[in-house]
C-alpha cells in the first residue's frame, strides 16, 4: 500500500523471508504454547471451582483429571494449534501482500484475511478430528 514491500525488493532483500517468513513461524510454534498455557489455567481454575466452591477432595479432583486426559487429546490440540497458528498468519501475510488502495484496501484485506481464516480453520478442524479420532 505505501510501497514499503517494494522498498525491500530495492534493497535487495526478500520481502517473503523477511516480512512472512517469521511471522507464520510464530504462528506456528506460539499458539501451541499459548493453548498448553490455556490447558493449564483451565485446569487449574476447575480445581479451585472444585475444592473451594464445591467442596470437592483435591486429590480425587487431581486423580481423576490424569485419569480422564487422554495422550492424543492434548496431541490433537497441539497439532490443530500448530495448524491454525501456520493458516491464520498465511492468511494475515497473503491478503496483506495483496492489498490494494490505501487504507481502505487494508481494511478489505484484514476483512478477507479473517474470512479466510476463518473458513480455513473449520476445514482443517474437521481434517485433523477426522484423522486423530475416526474409527
Given at each position: 500500500v505505501t510501497e514499503q514491500i517494494d522498498a525491500l525488493t530495492t534493497l535487495s532483500t526478500d520481502p517473503i523471508r523477511y516480512l512472512v517468513l517469521p511471522r507464520v513461524l510464530a504462528g506456528l510454534l506460539m499458539l501451541p504454547l499459548l493453548v498448553v498455557v490455556g490447558d493449564v489455567i483451565g485446569v487449574f481454575g476447575g480445581f479451585l471451582i472444585a475444592v473451594y466452591r464445591l467442596d470437592f477432595n483435591a486429590a480425587s479432583y487431581l486423580q481423576a483429571t490424569w485419569e480422564y486426559l487422554e495422550p492424543i487429546d492434548v496431541i490433537s490440540g497441539l497439532v490443530k494449534a500448530a495448524t491454525f497458528g501456520f493458516l491464520v498468519s498465511l492468511m494475515g501475510c497473503f491478503h496483506g501482500f495483496n492489498s490494494r488502495g490505501g487504507?481502505?484496501?487494508?481494511?478489505?484485506?484484514?476483512?478477507?484475511?479473517?474470512?479466510?481464516?476463518?473458513?480455513?480453520?473449520?476445514?482443517?478442524?474437521?481434517?485433523?478430528?477426522?484423522?486423530?479420532?475416526?474409527r
Open positions: 487504507a481502505q484496501g487494508v481494511g478489505a484485506a484484514t476483512t478477507s484475511a479473517v474470512v479466510s481464516a476463518s473458513i480455513l480453520i473449520l476445514i482443517f478442524n474437521y481434517i485433523i478430528t477426522q484423522l486423530f479420532f475416526a
